[in-house]
């Protein structure tokens, strides 16, 4: 697991499940991988917004919708963000496998509605073979993200 996360986890005293499992780089596999449902599955989606990034935060079988992102955000032009673009920002981290804590990296994060519907949250934790379990209530009390309708099916 990555070090900064469970440090921030470790130290805010939440309850929280690390879960080891195959090799998985797609959300929807990463929740098959762990016998879960695709829509408690937080994944990432890395967003280029002016001239910054942020992490937009949606459950494994939803999408970014880039025109409702857009119209919830100051910053434009927006679109999805490459890999290389991004990459460097998480030194830390397997290309894809972040976790959604946007001030663990310096990054403002948006996450979707969708996610509020479910009592839990499962992310990677750094690379395609960890994840981590927790209630969503704690997540969002120490991510602090802004949440907004962003997500199509």
């Given at each position: ?101 946007g001030h663990l990296f310096g990054l403002p994060m948006i ?43």
């Amino acid at each position: 697991m990555l070090a900064k996360l469970k440090q921030l986890l470790d130290e805010s005293h939440v309850a929280y499940s690390p879960i080891v499992h195959h090799l998985a780089y797609t959300a929807q596999e990463v929740a098959a991988a762990e016998h879960m449902p695709g829509r408690e599955h937080a994944k990432v989606t890395m967003i280029k917004a002016g001239e910054g990034f942020l992490l937009a935060v949606l459950s494994a079988p939803r999408k970014v919708d880039l025109a409702k992102l857009s119209g919830v955000l100051p910053s434009k032009p927006i679109r999805l963000a490459e890999e290389a673009e991004f990459s460097p920002l998480f030194p830390d981290c397997e290309p894809g496998a972040m976790p959604p804590f946007g001030h663990l990296f310096g990054l403002p994060m948006i996450v979707d509605t969708e996610l509020e519907k479910d009592e839990h949250i499962v992310f990677q934790a750094g690379s395609h073979a960890e994840s981590v379990r927790m209630r969503y209530a704690d997540f969002k009390r120490l991510a602090n993200p802004r949440i907004a309708d962003i997500a199509v099916r």
